[in-house]
């Protein structure tokens, strides 16, 4: 029960003057997302200290657990600089991810996310900071299309996928941008908060997450900027990072009707069916082997086939690597061992029928993927 006189007897905060001598919270949040960034962090917080003088600024750097002690290291400056902090997450993988945590976790009127590898120009901040601000634009995005900027020294394959990518969230999302695929921008935190619910938080494309959820409400502001070439560490954006691009399109495509890990896991299942067919054909109609035979070589190689792509790609936060990756098969294939008889059984009972053998087979498949997905979701890849 609460007691009112009680209550109101007990101080809300520190008397003024017992507070440290901070008249006002932070006004501007850098949120930095690092993996492997160690030799990046104290030059980089000086550039901040030089480029933002008279803006009462702090940054939040989200770590996931880095080897190379870059989360040491902040903490170390941290030590000298109280407005240098670490968020920290473990056993977590994501750009995205990283960056609404961080925001989260901070309080100022206005938020900006950056790279942490010196890539982003951290001059353009308080004209960013001023476009945003001022009310002319609700997030001011650092571009390296527009005006002065450019993609520095990039490689002509990558400069191409780039612009592929940028045509292809056009189209997906309506958001008209000349940098959408753009890591580097400024947004006030009410309008962060407006979509934070509706955020993917897959892969690490934050910004097109961000404008593809706003539907067309924010306005958006540019600044020009010179992308310059990374000096230490490496690109931690391979291949694979393609793969979750497409799924966050899809997911904000279709993500209402289905998750897109589902997608991810239907479309390589797919493939798996493609590796099916051919190892099937192979087996019975090549070197007319027993169907049954076929069929049961044919889903263990898809089941293997499956299993590798499924931890590289639509599990690739949660990937079982090592020892981890063995286990994980070996769960994987007792799982779908009962999916597989089913197959199996299923196809060949079909098939002794009379039923076409394909018709056959594909009846096997289905039933096994279904089965295959609800249970591997659960123990294979558990959260
Ligand atoms: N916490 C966390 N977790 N940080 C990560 C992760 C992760 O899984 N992966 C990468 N980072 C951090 C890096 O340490 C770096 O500070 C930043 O995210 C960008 O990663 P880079 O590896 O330097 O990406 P990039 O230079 O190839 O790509 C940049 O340009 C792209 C445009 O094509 C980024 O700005 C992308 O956001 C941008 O889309
Ligand atoms: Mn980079």
């Given at each position: 029960?609460?007691?009112?006189?009680?209550?109101s007897?007990?101080?809300i905060?520190?008397?003024?003057?017992?507070?440290?001598?901070?008249?006002?919270?932070?006004e501007?949040?850098l949120?930095?997302?690092?993996?492997?960034?160690?030799?990046?962090?104290?030059?980089?917080v000086?550039?901040?200290?030089a480029?933002?003088?008279?803006?009462?600024?702090?940054v939040i750097?989200v770590?996931?657990?880095?080897?190379?002690?870059?989360?040491d290291?902040i903490?170390?400056?941290a030590?000298?600089?109280?407005?240098?902090?670490?968020?920290?997450?473990?056993?977590?993988?994501?750009?995205?991810?990283?960056?609404?945590?961080?925001?989260?976790?901070?309080?100022?009127e206005?938020?900006?996310?950056?790279?942490?590898?010196?890539?982003?120009?951290?001059?353009?901040?308080?004209a960013?900071?001023?476009?945003?601000r001022?009310g002319?634009?609700?997030?001011?995005v650092g571009?390296?299309?527009?005006?002065?900027?450019?993609?520095?020294?990039?490689?002509?394959s990558?400069?191409?996928?780039?612009?592929l990518?940028?045509?292809?969230?056009?189209k997906?999302?309506?958001?008209?941008?000349?940098d959408?695929?753009?890591g580097?921008?400024l947004?006030r935190?009410?309008?962060?908060?407006?979509?934070?619910r509706?955020?993917s938080?897959?892969?690490f494309?934050?910004?097109?997450?961000i404008?593809?959820?706003?539907?067309?409400?924010?306005?958006?502001g540019?600044q020009?900027?010179?992308?310059?070439?990374?000096?230490?560490?490496?690109s931690?954006?391979?291949?694979?990072?393609?793969?979750?691009?497409?799924?966050?399109l899809?997911?904000?495509?279709?993500?209402?009707?289905v998750?897109a890990?589902f997608?991810?896991?239907?479309?390589?299942?797919?493939?798996?069916?493609?590796?099916?067919?051919?190892?099937?054909?192979?087996?019975?109609?090549?070197?007319?082997?027993?169907?049954a035979?076929s069929?049961?070589?044919?889903?263990?190689?898809?089941?293997?086939?499956?299993?590798?792509?499924?931890n590289?790609?639509?599990?690739?936060?949660?990937?079982r690597?090592?020892?981890?990756?063995?286990?994980?098969?070996?769960?994987?294939?007792?799982?779908?061992?009962?999916?597989?008889?089913?197959?199996?059984?299923?196809?060949?009972?079909?098939?002794?029928?009379e039923?076409?053998?394909?018709?056959?087979?594909?009846?096997?498949?289905l039933?096994?993927?279904v089965?295959n997905?609800?249970v591997?979701?659960?123990?294979?890849?558990?959260?």
């Amino acid at each position: 029960m609460l007691n009112e006189d009680v209550m109101s007897d007990v101080p809300i905060a520190a008397p003024a003057a017992l507070r440290p001598d901070v008249t006002h919270g932070y006004e501007l949040t850098l949120v930095i997302p690092t993996f492997k960034e160690e030799p990046n962090i104290r030059p980089l917080v000086a550039k901040l200290d030089a480029a933002l003088k008279g803006v009462r600024w702090e940054v939040i750097f989200v770590d996931d657990d880095s080897s190379d002690g870059t989360a040491d290291t902040i903490r170390a400056v941290a030590q000298d600089d109280p407005r240098v902090r670490v968020l920290q997450r473990i056993g977590r993988r994501g750009l995205s991810s990283a960056c609404i945590e961080g925001v989260l976790a901070s309080s100022s009127e206005f938020v900006a996310v950056m790279d942490a590898d010196l890539q982003h120009d951290e001059a353009i901040l308080p004209a960013m900071l001023e476009q945003v601000r001022s009310g002319a634009a609700d997030i001011s995005v650092g571009t390296r299309y527009a005006g002065g900027g450019s993609v520095g020294e990039w490689d002509e394959s990558r400069a191409k996928m780039s612009r592929l990518a940028t045509w292809l969230s056009h189209k997906v999302t309506g958001v008209e941008l000349s940098d959408p695929m753009s890591g580097f921008f400024l947004l006030r935190r009410d309008a962060f908060n407006a979509v934070v619910r509706d955020l993917s938080g897959l892969g690490f494309k934050i910004l097109l997450d961000i404008l593809a959820s706003n539907k067309g409400t924010m306005r958006v502001g540019e600044q020009p900027y010179q992308f310059r070439f990374r000096v230490a560490g490496e690109s931690k954006l391979d291949t694979q990072a393609l793969w979750d691009f497409f799924l966050l399109l899809v997911d904000k495509r279709f993500g209402k009707y289905v998750p897109a890990r589902f997608v991810s896991f239907a479309m390589i299942g797919g493939a798996g069916v493609v590796v099916h067919f051919a190892v099937v054909t192979a087996l019975f109609q090549g070197m007319g082997r027993n169907f049954a035979l076929s069929q049961a070589i044919a889903t263990t190689v898809a089941m293997v086939f499956n299993y590798t792509l499924n931890n590289v790609l639509t599990y690739r936060d949660r990937r079982r690597k090592g020892w981890g990756w063995l286990v994980g098969l070996f769960t994987f294939v007792a799982i779908c061992s009962i999916g597989g008889a089913a197959n199996v059984g299923v196809a060949n009972y079909l098939f002794v029928q009379e039923t076409n053998w394909v018709l056959s087979a594909l009846a096997g498949i289905l039933l096994g993927a279904v089965w295959n997905y609800a249970v591997s979701s659960v123990y294979t890849w558990r959260k």
